[in-house]
DNA sequence: ACTCCTTGTGTGATGTTGTTACGTTGCGAT
DNA sequence: ATCGCAACGTAACAACATCACACAAGGAGT
């Protein structure tokens, strides 16, 4: 039904290149254009394995001397989350790079409201109750994220 | 499983004053102060019956003539969210009031994208299948919600 | 009645998040 | 070469949310 997701720490710099060399794959076959600026953003998401503010990712691009708008950082963000490369967390109003790009609607997340670190999941079950009820309703279901909130395994023991 | 939530029009008069003499009796057994200006503002959400930012709230009050701050609105929001009488829709930085006060945790909403009209549902399975992810990941779950977006029957018939 | 304490309110300033508008650049296709 | 389109740069602004601090109302204990 659902794998489920590590918290686990792992090795950063190899996961971090996998993605960003996955991503360069399905933008190509997408026809969209993985373009720097877009590329450093995922980057810079990937690194952080965890949800940060679109001005957190601003202020990483800055590091680089560069000066930059917000602008730029929500366009390169829109086209990531369009692209299914990135998720935005509401209730957090951040984004948090996606572990599982290939898989389909419907994703639940578990975010930690200390660390502010995300698992992300799939739950098949959920996606069919809500079908239905959609269709007793006669709502066209378009899109469905289900949010999580609670301690991650590493601020449990740290409490 | 889950009671659909009805989008359809319906006696807004009555449903608006069952809900708040519903909520003054929350409150009491709660012991927890139902004030005028509290009440208002749940006044303003049942009436609208859609999803409405802190900010729309603060403009129908002002209508009374009273100048008021955002600070004003947003105490009441957290005071009836406390209560379980609103919800807070992430995704669209908004609230509603709660259609069925008296229910557990886990709520999963229906938001029309057009006229942000929500149906409120309990998807009980959701709940069970998340404990258990939690669980396997060691992860200490608080709290859930679910948001699915789409089009209402209405808006659906418009377009 | 008086003080103390808690809870709710009034007000201004400020911080954070997200968007609009408009102009420029780079690059491929006719 | 020039047209058209997608991406980028820049500035201003709008929407959402919080902070800090002062005041008011009402109950509890003396």
Do not use: N, W
């Not at 996998?18 to 254009?33: F, Q, S, V």
Request: aromatic share 4%; charged share 25%; glycine share 8%.
């Amino acid at each position: 039904m659902a794998t489920p997701l590590a918290f686990e720490p792992h090795d950063h710099a190899g996961c971090v290149a996998d993605a960003l060399i996955a991503a360069e794959h399905r933008c190509r076959e997408a026809g969209a254009r993985l373009t720097p600026q877009r590329r450093r953003v995922l980057e810079i998401l990937l690194e952080s394995h965890r949800a940060l503010g679109a001005y957190e990712v601003l202020s990483r691009l800055g590091d680089q001397g560069r000066s930059v708008q917000p602008t730029i950082v929500y366009r390169a963000l829109d086209f990531l989350v369009a692209q299914g490369l990135v998720h935005k967390i509401a209730r957090l109003s951040a984004f948090v790079a996606c572990t599982r790009p290939k898989s389909g609607h419907g994703p639940a997340f578990l975010v930690c409201r200390e660390c502010r670190a995300v698992a992300e999941a799939q739950l098949d079950a959920v996606q069919g109750a809500l079908d239905m009820l959609a269709k007793e309703s006669g709502f066209a279901l378009e899109l469905m994220v289900l949010e999580a909130e609670g301690l991650c395994p590493g601020c449990r023991s740290a409490a």
